[in-house]
């Protein structure tokens, strides 16, 4: 069974760091591509961010380029997404969700998600 | 950049009926076309992707058609499990979201 989990979620102050893993399960971590998207509260999905499953291509959403990176580590099956410079309208449900594919974007596992509030 | 828009924002509709949503693009997509089922507290669901594969697992009653820039999400007769909230995506791009409410 395929399953990811997320965890790092937490109350940051505007201006602060988070680092969110996803670790996964049931698939052979190596040969995905992988995504985290976000929903902030009352609003709709919103695309942040994709790495390729070699590690070497990532893509951003605009909204957060330059402030965060998404990284993985295949020898353990965890995908990483360091966020920096946090303001409030980071504030969202963070979900790591695996590509189908090859680079087509159609997201067949998803994990729970983790809550980032960004809040003084 | 391609905007996804969807039709309608919200929906009211009763068990057994049978519901159509619409997405649209602001260019051509070809079929790259996914469609998501998302609930309140729960992680989004791949339902429909290249326009109108079904994903495994998901009941018949789901459909998608479509090509261009416009778009369709079928439920042929809804249950009261399918009330939810329904997202269309091409790439990184995703639609605004259509609620089915009880109507």
């Known amino acids: 069974q395929m399953q990811l989990m997320e965890s790092g979620g937490g109350v940051v102050q505007p201006g602060g760091s988070l680092r969110l893993s996803c670790v996964a399960s049931?698939?052979?971590?190596?040969?995905?591509?992988m995504h985290w998207v976000r929903q902030a509260p009352g609003r709709g999905l919103e695309w942040v961010a994709f790495?390729?499953?070699?590690?070497?291509?990532?893509n951003y959403a605009d909204s957060v380029k330059g402030r965060f990176a998404i990284s993985r580590d295949n020898s353990k099956s965890t995908l990483y997404l360091h966020l920096d410079s946090l303001t409030t309208e980071d504030t969202a449900v963070y979900y790591c969700a695996k590509d189908r594919g090859s680079v087509v974007y159609y997201l067949d596992v998803w994990g729970n998600g983790t809550t980032v509030t960004v809040s003084s | 950049d391609i905007q996804m828009t969807q039709s309608p924002s919200t929906l009211s509709a009763s068990v057994g009926d049978r519901v159509t949503i619409t997405c649209r693009a602001s260019q051509s997509i070809s079929n790259w076309l996914a469609w998501y089922q998302k609930k309140a507290g729960k992680a989004p669901k791949l339902l429909i992707f290249?326009?109108?594969a079904l994903e495994s697992g998901v009941p018949s009653r789901f459909s998608g058609t479509g090509s261009g820039t416009e778009f369709t999400l079928t439920i042929s007769s809804l249950q009261p499990e399918d009330f939810a909230t329904y997202y269309c995506?091409?790439?990184?791009?995703f639609g605004p979201g259509t609620r089915v409410e009880i109507k």
């Open positions: 995506q091409h790439n990184h791009n």
């Open positions: 290249k326009a109108s």
């Open positions: 790495i390729h499953y070699s590690g070497n291509e990532k």
């Open positions: 049931g698939f052979r971590f190596s040969s995905y591509d």
